[in-house]
C-alpha cells in the first residue's frame, strides 16, 4: 500500500533507548502507550487512516518502521482501494486483512488476492512498484486491516525486489477460544513454538491475537527485542495496562514473557516486536534510505519513469511561474514514459489506470540523527 499523503512528511527515524526496564524480577514492565494520529489519505482511496508509527515519541519497534490501522470501510457501494502503481525502496510490505480482499500486482510480475488469515509480503531492495486494489466484481463488502513496513538492513538496500505469499501460516488456539497466528518471526504459546515461513533480515516478529471477553493469553518472546501491541478492537490490556483501540502499548527488551488480556468485550490485536534496530534511516513517502540523497535520487528515479499529462514535473513551476497541479491518481493524467519497464521500478501490468506521481520533496534538508545513548 502506498502512502497517500499528499504532502508526506520526511522522517528520520532512530531506535529509542532500549536498556532492559530496570525493576525488580517478575514486576510488570513499564507500558507506554502511543496514541495513533488520523491522517486523510488522498487520491481515489480518500480515507483516514490512523498511524502510529513513525511518530516522535518513537519511529521504530525493532525494524518496523511504518504500522497504518485502517476500516472497517464500506466498499459495497465504491470502488472500494484503488492505489496506482506507487514505487517502494529499502523495506518490506506487510498486508494483513481482518476483513476484505485486496488484489495486488507488482513490476516483478505478481498477481495475487489476499485474504484474511493469508500474508502478502513484497521485499523492495533497490526498488519496485506495485498496485493495489479492490477486486472487481464479487467481493467481502467491508475492508478492514493494517498495513506494515519493515526497514531493510543497509546490506540489503541493493538487493533485488520479490513478492511472498503465505497463505498456511502457524495457528494456536486455546482451550478458552484464544487464538495466535504469527505473521513473519517466531514465538510460542502453549508450549507449541510458531514459525512463518516468510522471509526477513532483521530478529523480527510479527502475530495477531483474538481473545474472547474474559480470557488472557501469555506468549513466550525473545527478551531481546522490544515489543508493541496495536489494538484492533475490544478491551485490552498489555501487561496489565490498558491499551485503547488504534493505540500502540509498548515495552521495552527484557521479557521473556507478554501478557495479553481481554476485559468485557472480545479483542483482536496485532503483536509486532524485534531487536532494536541499529541504524538510522530517512523515510519520506514510500521510499526508506540513509540519506537525503538517496530518497531524492529515488524520486528522481520514479518521476522519469511517469510521464504527466499536464506536461511537466507536479508541483514544479512551468512556463510563467505557475505551479502544475498534481493529476488526480487514475484520471488518465499519468501515463509510463517509455521505457519505463526497463528502468528502476519496472512497469505494473494489468492495472487499469497511470501510475501515481511523487509528491514534491520537502525544501528543508535532513541529516540522519545520532541514535540515542
Given at each position: ?39 486523510p ?47 517502494h ?23 495475487q488476492?489476499?485474504?484474511?488469515g ?8 533497490r ?23 519493515v ?20 495457528l ?45 493469553v ?19 490490556s ?41 541504524e538510522?534511516?530517512v ?10 540523497d ?18 511537466d ?16 491518481p ?6 509510463y ?8 521500478f519496472?512497469?505494473v ?5 497511470g ?19
Amino acid at each position: 500500500m502506498s502512502n497517500l499523503e499528499t504532502r508526506p512528511r520526511e522522517e528520520v527515524c532512530a531506535a529509542g533507548s532500549h536498556a532492559p526496564s530496570s525493576g525488580t524480577p517478575g514486576t510488570p514492565p513499564r507500558v507506554e502507550i502511543l496514541d495513533h494520529r488520523q491522517v486523510p489519505l488522498g487520491g481515489t482511496r480518500a480515507m483516514d487512516v490512523r498511524r502510529t508509527l513513525p511518530q516522535r515519541a518513537r519511529s521504530l519497534v525493532g525494524a518496523w518502521c511504518f504500522l497504518d490501522h485502517y476500516g472497517p470501510d464500506d466498499v459495497s457501494a465504491s470502488d472500494g482501494m484503488q492505489v496506482p502503481p506507487h514505487p517502494h525502496t529499502g523495506l518490506q510490505t506487510v498486508s494483513w486483512l481482518f476483513e476484505g480482499e485486496i488484489l495486488h500486482r507488482d513490476s516483478v510480475g505478481s498477481l495475487q488476492t489476499v485474504r484474511p488469515g493469508e500474508l502478502n509480503l513484497m521485499t523492495a531492495g533497490r526498488g519496485i512498484s506495485h498496485s493495489e486494489e479492490s477486486p472487481a466484481g464479487l467481493r467481502p463488502p467491508l475492508l478492514h486491516g493494517v498495513q506494515l513496513w519493515v526497514a531493510l538492513p543497509g546490506d540489503r538496500l541493493g538487493d533485488e525486489p520479490f513478492f511472498e505469499h503465505h497463505g498456511d501460516l502457524p495457528l494456536w488456539s486455546g482451550p478458552g477460544g484464544e487464538r495466535v497466528q504469527v505473521l513473519v518471526g517466531s514465538l510460542s504459546v502453549g508450549g507449541v513454538e510458531l514459525r512463518s515461513a516468510a522471509t526477513v533480515f532483521t530478529p523480527l516478529v510479527g502475530a495477531q491475537v483474538d481473545l474472547p471477553a474474559g480470557v488472557s493469553v501469555q506468549v513466550e518472546v525473545d527478551p531481546r527485542f522490544e515489543h508493541a501491541l496495536l489494538v484492533d478492537a475490544g478491551d485490552a490490556s498489555f501487561e496489565g495496562v490498558a491499551v485503547p483501540v488504534a493505540s500502540l502499548g509498548y515495552v521495552e527488551p527484557g521479557c521473556s514473557t507478554v501478557t495479553v488480556s481481554a476485559g468485557e468485550r472480545p479483542v483482536r490485536a496485532v503483536l509486532i516486536g524485534g531487536e532494536p534496530f541499529a541504524e538510522e534511516i530517512v523515510m519520506w513517502w514510500n521510499f526508506v534510505g540513509r540519506s537525503h540523497d538517496e530518497v531524492a535520487a529515488a524520486r528522481a528515479d520514479w518521476m522519469a519513469q511517469v510521464e504527466v499529462a499536464q506536461g511537466d514535473e507536479p508541483g514544479v513551476p512551468a512556463a510563467g511561474g505557475a505551479k502544475v497541479p498534481v493529476p488526480i491518481p487514475g484520471d488518465g493524467g499519468t501515463r509510463y514514459a517509455a521505457g519505463a519497464s526497463g528502468r528502476r521500478f519496472g512497469e505494473v501490468v494489468g492495472y487499469d489506470g497511470g501510475p501515481l506521481p511523487a509528491p514534491v520533496l520537502p525544501d528543508v534538508r535532513l541529516k540522519p540523527r545520532r541514535r540515542p545513548a
